[in-house]
């Protein structure tokens, strides 16, 4: 045999691997192997390239002699080379890659200066995707210069038709590597060029890329126009090929109405021993019974007794840190639980994997390994003396780490001590373990000035940033938080994507920090690319501009939002509709046809059916309750010719009976000083409840010459006096960043009680306990100018 027929036998051992039982295919390789190695010198490198990978695929270590000469010789072509081919590139990379033997970025630095030709000068889709798959395994050799170039040929190769729906494996190959979690927030465009391309072969995809485009979607929540064909796409695979991983594919894009079916299909998978055999298993099952919003105790004890078993079948010396997963995914479970929901016996085994990982591995090492680990151990205890401070050996590791920690490491950290505080401390932290958070707090903070101090501060850095602040109560005060905070107002949101939209909602809206600059960049993104934006992401937008009274510069992007909100109507949850509808009707913007959609039969059965599997039924059923009640009292009064009946007057009496009046300070303070400015108390009226459920601190009524009266017993005196409603605002009534930025459920408030024929006058917390009120008498003078009484 001479090395063409070495060669290609090595070729077609490999393409007929399956066909093969292994002692066969064994007993060939052996016998091959040796004649390879006496033509080493001899093969060029697209042939020694092709041999290493298959040997390689076929579960030879590269500690065996043939796999050392033929990579050691393969190194030296691209050394020596003036420019090797991208088939051989791509095969060697693959290669060395395959089992993680080697630090790649080392071992291959010589290859870049052959990607950066190809790079310039490709022109076919082929090369695009050969040069994807080395820009992938390559990743932290890839400089921003020559990833533009690179994008810039895939786009005009997708503009004259060379990359199309017709080759789909290469938009795959370059999705791929696009949507590394490194960088993938700085491609969005192009991410979404590719997926519009593709969506005319959706259909076509085989299970394998079928999944893969729908993981790539879901993280991106872009182009909206695949949610359908994914969806129906997902379900026919699902019909003839029910597994965990194809289920966990088409749960997110499923309707609401379908819910009861796919719990019972999660559940069968829970009881199928085969299902827990298949690779990755408990993370598919793991994204089923979240995106399901399981709260159901068996249910959730089964996959998380699955989870026990499996670390339990694997020996101590063979864990590494695959585990970290489940700490993981269990933190974020427990998270949306409201805590409600624990699993003593799993906590207590991954957090001693923790600790022994912590004291005895090389992972204890790694600062962003370390992070995970600690995280879970500050988070659940399970260690001694957990019950008053956490383990010394963490608190010492944190403070020798605090130069090395990335944010993505801190806000890890600072979860962790959240939840400790939420779940373990809740009603009283211990001295040690106070002194203890103190530290970390340091620790934190200085890492948070670091990040700052960055020129290259990225949109997504400075949202986790703000996460990891929030999760520590200690430091939202604290002068670096209002430093971050205010950083919004300086960074250039040129990579912003609907994962950042939401993700910078949430910080709006948890902080109550209102950026109008940002919002309204946000508002212009909804009006630009309305046709690839989902539903979900819309409300989290409106939600967050009407809390905290933001109006956007064109009532455009609001008019598409209606239209998105029509668009995604069967796709969305009931409680984002009415929150999103909610906004809407704040802004005057709401269309009739929402309205209907929302006011009938169908959609209220539809979110009492939520309300029946939501995961925390202490809170969730009075939320979405109370949300129901806002917008039909908004719809009532700001719509009145959409005929849409008040049916809330039952639930208003029921919240009114649940939650007995308490006078604050403030309340009290006022009501004494009104008493010594009306001289009697049968004036006035306090915690008036209107017919639309909406509460009014105190009510007085004056006649025409501004003379307060007695309530009046006729309905006929009502047109001859003046009603006056004063509000008493609090601090939380504004948004922090601005006391005179009333926010949006109180500005709509006191433009309803004005439609309702009130004088609608309010109190600021902030400036009756300000120091020139506490002079005598300013208080009383403050009233009398407000009710406009002389005497």
Not at 544 to 573: H, K, Q
């Amino acid at each position: 045999m001479q090395k063409e027929h070495v060669v290609q036998t090595i070729v077609l051992l490999w393409m007929f691997r399956r066909l093969n039982d292994v002692d066969n295919h064994r007993s060939i390789l052996d016998k091959i192997e040796p004649l390879l190695m006496q033509y080493v010198e001899q093969l060029n490198v697209n042939e020694i390239s092709t041999c290493y990978l298959y040997i390689r695929k076929m579960g030879e270590e590269n500690s065996h002699p043939l796999l050392q000469e033929l990579l050691t010789r393969a190194l030296n072509c691209v050394e020596n080379s003036d420019v090797v081919g991208l088939p051989a590139l791509s095969r060697l990379i693959v290669g060395i890659n395959a089992g993680r033997n080697f630090f790649t970025p080392m071992l291959c630095a010589n290859f870049i200066r052959h990607l950066h030709a190809h790079v310039n000068q490709f022109c076919t889709d082929d090369e695009a995707r050969m040069i994807a798959i080395i820009m992938l395994n390559l990743q932290p050799l890839i400089d921003d210069g020559l990833m533009s170039v690179f994008k810039q040929r895939v786009k005009t190769l997708i503009d004259n038709g060379e990359i199309s729906a017709a080759k789909p494996k290469t938009i795959i190959k370059i999705l791929n590597m696009l949507n590394m979690a490194v960088w993938s927030n700085r491609h969005m465009d192009l991410i979404r060029d590719l997926l519009l391309t593709i969506k005319p072969a959706i259909n076509q995809l085989d299970a394998n890329d079928l999944k893969i485009i729908s993981r790539i979607y879901q993280y991106h929540m872009e182009p909206a126009c695949l949610q359908e064909p994914l969806s129906l796409a997902l379900e026919e695979l699902l019909a003839t090929h029910m597994s965990p991983e194809t289920l966990a594919c088409y749960v997110p894009f499923s309707q609401p109405n379908k819910r009861d079916t796919l719990t019972n299909a999660f559940k069968a998978l829970l009881a199928s021993a085969d299902s827990w055999k298949q690779t990755n298993a408990t993370g598919f099952l793991f994204s089923i019974l979240r995106s399901l919003k399981i709260s159901d105790t068996k249910v959730c004890n089964a996959y998380w007794n699955g989870v026990l078993n499996e670390l339990n079948a694997v020996p101590d010396n063979e864990t590494h840190t695959s585990f970290l997963k489940h700490c993981h995914r269990y933190m974020n479970f427990n998270n949306n639980l409201g805590g409600t929901y624990r699993h003593m016996a799993l906590e207590k085994k991954l957090s001693q994997m923790c600790m022994r990982a912590i004291e005895h591995d090389v992972s204890g090492r790694i600062p962003y390994i370390f992070a995970r680990l600690a995280s879970f151990v500050l988070a659940y205890g399970h260690t001694p003396y957990s019950w008053k401070k956490y383990p010394n050996i963490i608190l010492s590791k944190i403070i020798n780490m605090a130069d090395q920690f990335t944010v993505a490491d801190c806000f890890l950290i600072s979860r962790g001590l959240r939840i400790s505080l939420e779940m373990r401390y809740r009603y009283q932290t211990p001295q040690l373990a106070n002194m203890q958070l103190a530290t970390i707090d340091s620790v934190l903070t200085s890492c948070a000035d670091r990040v700052l101090a960055d020129n290259q501060l990225n949109t997504s850095d400075l949202n986790a940033l703000v996460r990891m602040l929030s999760n520590r109560k200690t430091l939202q005060n604290s002068v670096v938080y209002h430093k971050t905070l205010q950083k919004y107002k300086e960074i250039q949101c040129e990579d912003l994507n609907s994962r950042i939209m939401r993700d910078m909602s949430y910080n709006f809206l948890a902080t109550n920090y209102i950026v109008p600059e940002v919002l309204e960049v946000m508002f212009k993104y909804v009006q630009n690319h309305y046709e690839h934006i989902l539903g979900e992401t819309v409300e989290k937008l409106l939600s967050c501009a009407y809390n905290l009274g933001y109006t956007p510069e064109s009532y455009e992007s609001l008019e598409y939002a209606g239209f998105i909100l029509l668009r995604d109507f069967n796709y969305m949850s009931g409680l984002s509709l009415v929150q999103a509808c909610l906004a809407l009707c704040y802004y005057k913007t709401i269309p009739e046809e929402l309205i209907n959609k929302v006011f009938c039969v169908k959609f209220i059965q539809r979110v009492e059916d939520e309300i029946q599997m939501c995961y925390s039924k202490a809170t969730y059923p009075e939320r979405v309750l109370n949300i129901v009640m806002q917008l039909n009292r908004s719809v009532c009064l700001d719509f009145p010719e959409a005929n849409v009946p008040w049916f809330q007057q039952n639930f208003i009496e029921a919240q009114m009976s649940k939650r007995p009046f308490v006078e604050t300070p403030f309340n009290s303070d006022v009501k004494n000083l009104l008493t010594t400015v009306l001289k009697d108390e049968s004036y006035f009226r306090c915690n008036h409840t209107t017919p639309y459920g909406y509460q009014i601190d105190f009510v007085i009524n004056f006649d025409k010459n501004r003379t307060p009266l007695q309530a009046p017993a006729e309905t006929t005196m009502l047109d001859r006096i003046t009603k006056v409603a004063i509000l008493l605002l609090k601090l939380d009534s504004f948004c922090a960043n601005d006391l005179n930025a009333l926010r949006g459920p109180d500005s709509l408030k006191i433009k309803h009680l004005e439609m309702m024929g009130y004088k609608v006058l309010h109190i600021n917390e902030h400036d009756w306990n300000s120091k020139y009120m506490n002079a005598p008498g300013a208080k009383t003078k403050y009233l009398k100018c407000l009710l406009q009484i002389s005497n």
